[in-house]
Nanobody, 122 residues
Framework: QVQLVESGGGLVQSGGSLRLSCAAS????????MGWYQQAPGKQRELVAV???????NYAESVKGRFTISRDNAKNTVYLQMNSLKPDDTAVYYC????????????????WGQGTPVTVSS
């Protein structure tokens, strides 16, 4: 199985920046994609950004031009640089990983981090 450990959330004023980090560990054979989802109170979890093993990216329309997803393949780590933050960005941000791992046998599965809260004031 795969474990995801997130960090970097916090409180920031509107217009400020944060960088989220997520490191994957465990019995990983290969990672197909990693990304970030957000969930605000009372709302569904929604895609923010994803990056594939080949380096292609996909962003939610609401964050294009403000957020940048990147990776360090050697460390199985994904980052989300969040600039020009808005109060609407306030949410718990969850790291996502689609990976092939040893779970008795070799299987591809989705994995989720514990979530790191981001609060944007004013």
């Amino acid at each position: 199985q795969v474990q995801l450990v997130e960090s970097g959330g916090g409180l920031v004023q509107s217009g400020g920046s944060l960088r989220l980090s997520c490191a994957a560990s465990g019995s990983i054979f290969s990672i197909n994609a990693m990304g970030w989802y957000q969930q605000a109170p009372g709302k569904q979890r929604e895609l923010v950004a994803v990056i594939t093993s080949g380096g292609s990216t996909n962003y939610a329309e609401s964050v294009k031009g403000r957020f940048t997803i990147s990776r360090d393949n050697a460390k199985n780590t994904v980052y989300l640089q969040m600039n020009s933050l808005k109060p609407d960005d306030t949410a718990v941000y969850y790291c996502y990983c689609n990976a092939k791992a040893w779970i008795g046998t070799l299987l591809t599965h989705d994995y989720w981090g514990q979530g790191t809260p981001v609060t944007v004031s004013s």
